[in-house]
């Protein structure tokens, strides 16, 4: 698969909330970075992630531009309380190796009504 078909099967299971599908796409030792959380390596703490985060939030994800250029999709998204973001993946051999993604971690933490950390 091109990188942005895996992207676009990405969106797809993110917006189900289907871990096991998301972390399939995924290389074995891909490495996820959200810059707003500490990076997570490898299906075992993938898999976590999409766990905590799918228990704790209600997210969707809605496309507004996604581009392909070589081994790299990138994505420009939103969800339906206004939040933004990118993400970048480098996909080779139509699995995701590794994942860049830019939001606002305290707007999202409001909007779903989460506690703020306190420094």
């Known amino acids: 698969m091109r990188?942005?078909?895996v992207l676009q099967q990405f969106v797809e299971a993110f917006n189900r909330t289907?871990?096991?599908k998301l972390v399939s796409l995924y290389?074995?030792?891909?490495?996820n970075h959200q810059v707003a959380e500490e990076t997570?390596?490898?299906?075992?703490?993938?898999?976590?992630?999409?766990v905590?985060?799918?228990a704790n939030a209600s997210m969707t994800?809605?496309?507004e531009n996604m581009f392909e250029d070589g081994e790299w999709a990138i994505m420009e998204w939103r969800d339906p309380q206004g939040l933004r973001g990118c993400g970048f993946f480098h996909v080779i051999d139509s699995k995701i190796t590794f994942q860049r993604g830019y939001w606002d971690k305290l707007t999202f933490l409001r909007q779903q009504g989460l506690p703020i950390p306190r420094e």
């Open 3 to 5: 990188p942005k078909e």
């Open 18 to 20: 289907d871990v096991e």
């Open 27 to 31: 290389h074995e030792e891909a490495i």
């Open 40 to 50: 997570v390596q490898g299906h075992d703490a993938i898999r976590k992630m999409f």
């Open 52 to 54: 905590e985060s799918f």
């Open 61 to 63: 994800c809605i496309v």
